[in-house]
Each structure stands twice: as C-alpha cells, then as structure tokens.
C-alpha cells in the first residue's frame, strides 16, 4: 500500500504546530497503526530527519497511552478498539490519513502527536481509590456479598484505561465518561460507600479545575470509547454527585 500522511508537527506545547505531508510505501494490511509510523519513523531517521513523537506502550490495548486522532477520530476508524489495535488493513491504497494529537485545553501537546494527559491522574488522585486497613489477617474473598449485576456493572466500568479518546471525540472537551466511570467502580461496591461523599466531589472538582468542558449529552463519547464505557455512569455520576451536594 502506498500511503500519503498528513501528521501533526509541533516543538512544543507554546509553539504553533502544522500537518506536514509525508509519503509512504510498502504498508501491509496486518501492520498495526503504529508500526506502519514505525516504519515511517525509521526512514526519517535514516534520511537525518526528526522522527514523529507519538506516545504508547503496551501495545495490547491496556495502557491506552496510544492517543492519535487518525482522521477526525479517536483511535480511528474502528470501533472498541485502540490506535495500537487498529491494523492497515482498514484503509486503502492511495488513501491520505490525517494523524493528528487528541486536542483538549487539559491535555497540552508535549511534542508533535504526543499530549500531556496527567489531568486524569489528578482527577484519579483526587478520590478515585478507597482506605482500607491492611494489617491482620486477610479478610475472606467472599465476606461481602455483592449483586451480581452491581458486580458486573463495577466490571464494566472498571474496564476504563483512561485514553482519553472520550474528551477527543467531545465538541466540549468533557472529560464526564472518565471520571464517571472512575466513580462508578466504587460507587456500585459496598467498598465505595464509606468515601463516597468525598470521592464524587473531590472528583467532579478536580474534573473543573483541570479546564475539561462540560457535557452535553452528545454521546460521542460512548461511541469512540475503545472499552465501551456507557453514558450510564455519567447519569450515576450526576445522582451520585446530587446525593453528596444535599448532605454537604
Ligand atoms: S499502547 Fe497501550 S493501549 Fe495502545
């Protein structure tokens, strides 16, 4: 496949950035997105150019450090799926892919498609765990009877790896499906209760501070999810948030 790929440039977060065009050739079809850049990368460095800065990791899509908004979509085309799972085999020869970083005023550009996303960690820090004493013995696995529904929804939620694709695919730049999904895993398990109160608005606070915009119901975010974390923890986000306001 020979491709033409219009790629995001920029030194910095300060610096204004620009698509640069670049030609490729040889792309095969079970090539992953990120190593047809690799490829991309290589030859840049062998012709003494600058290679393209991209983040990532595992590779597997569990880290969800791989955030590129290829076309106009986070994580491209396909669906339930990251950039590192997305394979070259989804586009054609001749196509021109624009591969750019996911925008959001929270998640700066570090360098070219690279971006900044430790507001998620501080909206993590801000209430996204529970206290639970560790010294004794360990408490039975079973000790806590748990909905088996309420179990699997904790799952669900849980699944999220926090790639941002959510706030890239919002008009608004909302980040309400991550922390809602970060408040749902504890808000559904009898673990969750005892900070609930502060979790929610601790959370939601943080969200705000960080400069993330705010939701509108679109539902972009469901739909570009690679882990399909439903719209339903938002609306449990926003009762559990409601329930806290009241009793503060
Ligand atoms: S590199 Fe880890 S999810 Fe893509």
């Given at each position: 496949m020979n491709l033409t790929l219009k790629i995001w440039r920029q030194s910095d977060a300060n610096s204004k950035g620009k698509l640069v065009d670049y030609n490729i050739s040889?792309?095969?079809?079970?090539?992953?997105f990120l190593e047809m850049l690799d490829v991309l990368n290589e030859d840049l460095i062998n012709k003494g150019e600058e290679p393209v800065v991209f983040d990532h990791d595992?590779?597997?899509?569990?880290?969800?450090?791989?955030?590129l908004q290829i076309n106009g979509e986070p994580h491209g085309p396909?669906?339930?799926?990251?950039t590192c799972q997305?394979?070259?085999?989804k586009f054609n020869d001749g196509d021109t892919i624009y591969i750019e970083p996911f925008r959001a005023k929270a998640f700066p550009v570090v360098k070219d498609l690279m971006v900044d996303r430790s507001s998620f960690e501080r909206i993590q820090q801000a209430g996204g765990y529970i206290s639970v004493n560790t010294s004794g013995n360990t408490q039975d696995a079973n000790a806590i009877p748990i909905r088996k529904e309420d179990a699997d929804e904790a799952m669900d939620a849980a699944?999220?790896?926090?790639?941002?694709a959510c706030v890239a695919a919002c008009k608004n730049a909302s980040a309400m499906l991550f922390t809602s999904a970060k408040v749902s895993q504890f808000a559904?398990?009898?673990?969750?209760?005892?900070e609930a109160t502060e979790r929610v608005l601790a959370m939601v606070n943080q969200m705000d501070e960080e400069g993330f915009g705010n939701c509108t119901n679109t539902g972009a975010c469901e739909i570009e999810c690679p882990k399909g974390i439903s719209l339903e923890n938002i609306a449990r986000m926003n009762r559990e948030y409601l329930k806290a306001s009241m009793k503060g």
């Open positions: 040889g792309v095969e079809g079970d090539m992953s595992c590779r597997e899509g569990i880290c969800g450090a791989c955030s396909d669906r339930l799926i990251t997305l394979h070259m085999r699944t999220c790896i926090g790639c941002g559904l398990l009898p673990q969750g209760q005892v």
